[in-house]
């Protein structure tokens, strides 16, 4: 793995200006934060600075004003959720660079914090514009990012400014690149996949990133349906995309190429309507499927089976639920699997990582997401990664 630099690398940052990049595109209700899961994994990187005596001005986006400053987008609504859990005073800056910083800053004693507005106000933040990346920077001594969801984006606060200040990873940068590179990087063997959601189309590059990569590839979700299909079974009334099951073919070939086993459901669970506990609810072997029915979860039969797949296995990773797994009983696969793969990573035998809005809702869910390595709040980052591309934020941080 590439090296970056961490907080362990900076010398004494008293009386320093950090300009720290965090993810504060907190959801909002009436006004006020309703999750502060993102103001909590910044929180050790913000309170270390400020213990080490840095003055901490915080760089985030939130919503996207395109350029305008728009009240309802401001980040003086985020300030209550930030003192509120980082136990500390925080002041608001109406602007990102010039006097009016300047000045803040002459105010803030050693140790404080404060938080600039959202960066997105400025035309000049998602162009990278280098006048504005140079305004930023004329206030800070040096740039902490602490924002892996905001990494795939080359904006003047997530990459522009790396390249102007000495650069460093906060905690939360760290934590998840250390477990990315134990995922994918240089994992140990046998590595697993579980690759769940929708569509096909969504996640076509990370299918085809991941089937040279791993050792087991198991598929789930509708986009498992779009695989079946193309293997000839027919899939009746079920969400499915027919126009790529040519392409779902050719993932498929590769694997084999490649030594990759791709592990699909033999049995599913079906049902004549999307309704919780339908009437019509059964499972069966996918060539059973009738055409007024649609494949909803994975069967019990294949849980089974791909739990003894995950224990051959060392390292796993896992984007996407199983099934329909927002309604019951269409959560079965989704929480049966999670809590298998929990149980491997308690006992020590497996190294889990997982990442994407729908795998964080679906893990909490199955009440595991606390026994798993490592789960990344990050959406598209997280995704991108898994596509094997580049993330512009965290190659700006590699020395």
């Not at 005596?53 to 609504?77: D, W």
């Not at 497996?350 to 595991?368: F, M, Q």
Request: glycine share 10%; with cysteine; charged share 20%.
């Amino acid at each position: 793995m590439t090296t970056f630099k961490t907080l362990d690398d900076l010398g004494d940052v008293a009386g320093k200006v950090a300009l720290v990049r965090v993810d504060l595109n907190l959801p909002m209700q009436d006004g006020a934060v309703t999750d502060d899961t993102r103001v909590r994994a910044a929180a050790p990187t913000i309170l270390e600075l400020a213990s080490k005596g840095a003055k901490v001005l915080l760089l985030a986006h939130f919503g996207r004003p395109k350029g305008e400053r728009v009240s309802t987008q401001s980040l003086s609504m985020v300030v209550d959720c930030l003192q509120s859990v980082l136990g500390h005073e925080v002041m608001f800056v109406p602007e990102i660079a010039g006097p009016v910083v300047a000045q803040s800053i002459g105010i803030l004693g050693n140790g404080g914090i404060a938080v600039l507005e959202n960066t997105r106000f400025w035309k000049g933040e998602e162009k990278n514009d280098p006048e504005l990346v140079q305004a930023i920077a004329a206030n800070g001594d040096f740039y902490v990012n602490d924002a892996f969801s905001a990494a795939h984006r080359a904006h003047a606060s997530t990459e522009g400014l790396a390249h102007v200040l000495p650069a460093y990873a906060g905690r939360s940068m760290q934590a998840e690149l250390e477990a990315l590179e134990k995922a994918l990087g240089k994992p140990v063997k046998p590595v697993a996949a579980v690759v769940g959601g929708a569509k096909v189309s969504s996640k076509l590059d990370v299918l085809k990133h991941l089937v040279n990569l791993v050792d087991h590839l198991i598929i789930g979700g509708g986009m498992a349906n779009t695989f079946l299909a193309a293997r000839g079974v027919d899939v009746g009334k079920s969400l499915c995309e027919h126009d790529l099951t040519g392409t779902a073919e050719t993932i498929l070939d590769t694997a084999d190429a490649s030594g990759c086993t791709v592990h699909l459901p033999y049995d599913v669970v079906v049902s004549k309507e999307f309704a919780a506990n339908p009437p019509s609810l059964r499972a069966c072997n996918v060539h059973e499927v009738a055409a007024d029915e649609m494949i909803l979860d994975v069967g019990p039969q294949a849980v089974e089976a791909l739990g003894d797949v995950l224990k051959t296995c060392r390292t796993l990773v896992w984007n996407g639920p199983m099934g329909a797994f927002e309604m019951v009983p269409f959560d079965a696969a989704t929480v049966g699997l999670a809590r298998i793969a929990a149980a491997l990573t308690k006992e020590g035998s497996l190294v889990s990582v997982a990442g994407g809005g729908d795998t964080v809702a679906a893990l909490n869910h199955a009440g595991v997401a606390e026994d798993f390595s490592y789960i990344s709040t990050a959406g598209g980052a997280f995704l991108e990664w898994m596509e094997g591309k580049e993330l512009p934020g965290v190659v700006a941080l590699q020395r």
